[in-house]
């Protein structure tokens, strides 16, 4: 037993105090005795003792010999369920036994801890109901857990049930953590000591090799017992080779021959199946090899015919060529990885999802592969690349050069609702040479004509949409595009019927762009040509001088000759779209022409601003081109061929660690007519594409896998060739796991050449990693590697880690504990417990404040003494006079009600006329007076009595008066003597 202060700074106040008060005790005057003032100082200071003892939080150290014991229980999968049911029967035995007073609490934990029991007395247990996760062993959460529920007031106990495997490696930094705290750790094993298991400890196999060379795949594999199994190896996903292996108690190695027909990244996997098995996450190995061979070219185009040409003249030039549709083009870098380049042939964008051109981004950026873009109608812009993963990878932006400066374009479609325009009018029209889309109205397929056309438009650019049948109806107003609400809505309510009136249409069309300001103001007139007849002559006189052109669209095949007729004196263009799907197309290549700003088809021959090895060997002269699309080279480009508008044709970069290449015009006769009969065609487009092959893997880029517990961390070493450490590097890394989703990954620079970042929790399988360096002043770097997550550390360890539990016990001065009683012996040292003494210690200070001011401001001597049992004696006399004055009030007050009733009489007679004296007049006869009662005995009081005269004045009157008054003045003396008396009392 012993003291503790909270704050024992306060005890200071006590000496300071305690001699303030010995110093006022001495200089006061002594007004009472020696032993009083004796006294009053003593309770003073014990006052002061009190206060400050309170203020220093006093408490009382007590001895305790309660004990509570935590269950720490392991459920992770490494025990089993015959590991579990036994921690579930030790601890039913072991609550049964405890000793009463004592507390027991519950921890289960896997790859978490959770408490299943805070510390109480109860001893029944059903089952185990928490559930933690199991793909892992955390044995510091659970010791870290329980020592937070114990009690103060108690013997701290540990018992952990656990094999042992702990997955973290933070198990004995809380067992010291428990041993500072006194808390004591004792451990029993349980889990699968002595199950039945294989596994693949590891897969090996080269990092990289060369086409064709012949691999060897090594598999480690370890089994308890000594057993056949049989061992599958996987290429790529695909079963490969099957072999029969009769495994020995102890390691085992099984070896594997293949040879890769495809250069890329290459994944293997071992499963083994054997019949004595306990876990099957730890059955397989994973292993990667890079594959290097001849260059390979990917070509996506987005018609067989438009990319013929280009993959003739690539495979010419001896390339290796695989072509695809768009939509075939693989979305994660595994696929990608296969090849060295990708060539786009006039793709539209509505063929490639998103995640193939992020994948095509990373491809070159990250990975050092290269990209060429081959133009045509529905390439760049055009296509619907704009804001797009691709067109940050190429040289050119999509946008047209000066888009500000374009002219403003007011467009007006004028399309055909009538009958005529319905699909199944057009399918019978011509006994079949018409066509329709497998039945869509021809009208529907006009609606997504104008909103393609108004997608090509800018915001200021202005638009109006005109319906006729017999007569013209405004779909759409002529008005900026930006002012329409819901193009697409709004054009929902053109439905094809009634007759066909061209001239009605176009004449409402004429008169809108009369109104116009715009630069350019253009018509698209989509019908299928039967119209009424109509003064055309005049139309296009005012078309002509307000400088608005027309451009008509045949739909169908019965388009009608006037089509053509008013497009050539329109000064537009006439489309005959005998395939009604084409339509969209016609309409936004038209919209594009106007405004001048993706498409320019105009002969021009390219002219060279830059030295480029593309055009190495080609120093004759380039031919003529017809076409290209419009965009614009960005800052970093290098511009080799332009058009004479200065818009670039040829734009070349490095982006990343790979190469892109944009080639605005065609690969076919639409544009590069002349290209396709000059001899130089496959030599330009093979050194194009050559130009963006990688180049060689910078060496000194190492990377590897750092596990710590469930936690990985990606770690990158990178060095010069002389051994000097790489620092102040821009380190960045793309990861693509067994999912095939990458993840881009900065890294940060930890130690000289050491670059990290963390990466949480890894699917075990193969990754494949591209480390990419820069550095301002440097060349780029980068590596790509494979690396393998192994299977998770809970399916690895066998057994029970005994060493482990050892240390724990040992950092506590624990036993391993083989009875269930053993968890409540009393064997540790004797706990103390903190009893707050501060609160009594206030209410004894208040007890004694009143005694203290009474000890010196309450004086009682012998006077007082006497005073006091005078007082005493005196309270019997008093109630004794109160009960006689009580008395004489009641006599006095009945006295004054006698002496009023005599007045009242006197005074009544003396109203009835008798005479003074009381005798009548002579001759009257007066009645006999009414007899009196007697009077009642004692004084009469009456204010009336004494105030009343006789009718003859105050000396008239017989004796009866003055009997009367004589009674009233003897009253009223008595009245006064007796308020004398009482005074005097």
């Not at 200089?27 to 032993?35: D, E, N, Q, T, Y």
């Not at 193939?356 to 592969?369: H, P």
């Not at 249409?505 to 009369?514: I, M, N, R, T, Y």
């Not at 009456?942 to 009157?957: H, I, L, M, R, T």
Request: glycine residues 10%; negative net charge; charged residues 20%.
């Amino acid at each position: 037993m012993g003291v503790v202060f909270e704050t024992p700074i306060a005890l200071l106040l006590l000496p300071f105090a305690a001699g303030l008060v010995v110093a006022l005790h001495l200089a006061s005057r002594r007004r009472v005795g020696l032993g009083r003032r004796r006294v009053a100082l003593f309770v003073r200071v014990t006052l002061l003792t009190l206060l400050a003892l309170a203020l220093a939080g006093f408490q009382l150290i007590l001895p305790v010999d309660r004990l509570a014991t935590v269950f720490v229980v392991d459920l992770s999968d490494s025990v089993g369920t015959s590991g579990r049911d036994e921690a579930l029967a030790f601890l039913r035995e072991s609550l049964e036994a405890m000793p009463d007073g004592d507390q027991a609490g519950i921890v289960a934990f896997g790859k978490d801890a959770l408490v299943e029991r805070l510390p109480s007395d109860l001893r029944e247990l059903a089952r185990l109901a928490s559930t933690p996760v199991r793909e892992a062993t955390d044995v510091g959460a659970g010791l870290r857990l329980a020592s937070a529920l114990f009690p103060d007031d108690a013997q701290k106990r540990i018992v952990l049930l656990s094999d042992g495997n702990d997955t973290t490696g933070e198990s004995q930094s809380e067992a010291a953590l428990a041993a500072a705290r006194g808390i004591r750790i004792e451990t029993r094993a349980i889990g699968l000591a002595g199950g039945d298991e294989v596994l693949v400890e590891a897969l090996s196999a080269p990092t990289t090799s060369r086409l064709g060379e012949e691999l060897e795949l090594v598999a480690d594999v370890r089994s308890t017992v000594a057993q056949p199994a049989t061992v599958r190896l996987f290429v790529d996903g695909a079963a490969t080779a099957t072999e029969r292996a009769s495994l020995v108690a102890g390691a085992n190695r099984i070896t594997f021959r293949v040879t890769p027909q495809e250069p890329g990244f290459h994944t293997f996997r071992v499963v083994v199946e054997a019949a004595l098995d306990t876990f099957d996450p730890n059955d397989r190995g994973d292993a990667n090899t890079i594959v290097k061979g001849e260059p390979r070219v990917l070509v996506a185009a987005g018609d067989a015919q438009v990319g013929a040409d280009l993959v003739e003249a690539l495979s010419i030039q001896g390339q290796q060529v695989e072509t695809v549709v768009p939509e075939l083009v693989p979305e994660d870098l595994t696929g990608l990885a296969a090849y060295d380049s990708v060539v786009l042939v006039d793709v539209p964008r509505l063929r490639l999802s998103d995640r193939q051109l992020t994948a095509l981004q990373v491809f070159v950026r990250d990975l050092g592969r290269g990209l060429v873009v081959v133009g045509g109608p529905s390439s760049y812009g055009a296509g619907g690349y704009a804001k797009t993963p691709l067109e940050e990878t190429l040289p050119v932006d999509m946008g047209v050069r000066d888009r500000q400066k374009q002219p403003d374009v007011a467009l007006v479609v004028v399309i055909d609702k009538s009958g005529s325009m319905d699909a199944c009018h057009c399918n019978t029209f011509d006994q079949g040479g018409g066509s329709a889309m497998a039945g869509v109205r021809k009208t529907d397929i006009g609606k997504e004509a104008i909103l393609r056309a108004a997608a090509a438009l800018t915001s200021r650019d202005q638009l109006g949409v005109v319906a006729f049948d017999e007569a013209a109806h405004w779909v759409v107003k002529t008005e900026p595009l930006g002012g329409i609400a819901d193009l697409q809505d709004t054009l929902g309510g053109i439905r094809p019927e009634g007759q066909t009136n061209i001239f009605a249409g176009l004449d409402q069309a004429v008169q809108s762009l009369e109104q116009t300001t715009a630069t350019r103001r253009h018509i698209i007139l989509l019908t299928d040509g039967w119209s009424r007849s109509g003064e055309y002559s005049g139309i296009l006189a005012r078309m002509k001088a307000a400088s608005i052109t027309l451009s008509t669209v045949g739909a169908g095949g019965g388009s009608a000759p006037l089509l053509e007729l008013l497009a050539n004196q329109g000064g537009g263009r006439y489309y005959s779209a005998a395939d009604p799907s084409s339509i969209p197309d016609i309409f936004l290549k038209e919209t594009q022409q106007v405004s001048g700003q993706q498409i320019v088809e105009e002969r021009f021959f390219p002219i060279q601003t830059g030295a480029s090895p593309i055009l190495r060997g080609l120093d004759q002269g380039l031919p003529a081109l017809l076409g290209y699309n419009g965009t614009t080279a960005k800052p970093a480009a290098n511009t080799v061929l332009v058009s004479d508008r200065d818009d670039p044709v040829l734009a070349q970069w490095q982006y990343g660690l790979g190469r892109a290449v944009a080639w605005t015009s065609d690969a076919t006769g639409r544009w590069a007519k002349a290209w396709l009969a000059w001899d130089g065609f496959g030599r330009f487009f093979s050194q194009a594409v050559a130009w963006t092959f990688p180049g060689e893997e910078a060496g000194g880029i190492d990377a590897s896998f750092v596990t710590k517990g469930s936690e990985t961390t990606l770690r990158v070493e990178s060095v010069d060739a002389d051994g000097s450490p790489r620092d102040f590097y821009d380190t960045r890394s793309t990861v693509v796991g067994p999912d095939l989703d990458p993840r881009d990954i900065d890294l940060a620079q930890v130690a000289p050449g050491v670059y990290e970042a963390p990466l949480g929790e890894l699917e075990p399988g193969a990754y494949a990693l591209r480390v990419a360096q820069t550095r301002p002043g440097s060349a780029a770097l980068g590596r790509t590697l494979g690396l393998v997550a192994p299977t998770a550390a809970e399916y690895r360890q066998l057994g029970t880690n005994e060493a482990l539990l050892t240390a724990l016990r040992a950092a506590t001065g624990g036993i391993a504990i083989a009875d269930p009683q053993e968890a409540w012996v009393h064997d540790l040292e004797t706990t103390t417990s903190l009893t707050e003494l501060w609160p009594l210690l206030l209410v004894l200070a208040l007890l004694l404040w009143p005694l203290d001011v009474a000890l010196r401001r309450v004086s009682i001597g012998r006077r007082e003494l006497a005073s006091a049992r005078a007082w005493v004696g005196g309270l019997g006399r008093r109630r004794h006079a109160r009960a006689e004055r009580t008395a004489m009030a009641a006599g006095l007050l009945a006295a004054r009600d006698r002496a009023g009733s005599a007045a009242r009489l006197a005074l009544l007679q003396r109203d009835d006329g008798a005479p003074a004296g009381g005798r009548a007049p002579a001759g009257e006869v007066r009645p006999a007076p009414a007899p009196t009662a007697p009077a009642a005995p004692g004084p009469a009081i009456g204010p009336s009595a004494a105030a009343v005269e006789p009718a003859g004045g105050p000396d008239a009157g017989g004796p009866a008066d003055r009997q009367v008054q004589g009674r009233g003045d003897d009253t009223i003396d008595r009245l006064r003597r007796a308020k004398r008396r009482a005074r005097d009392r």
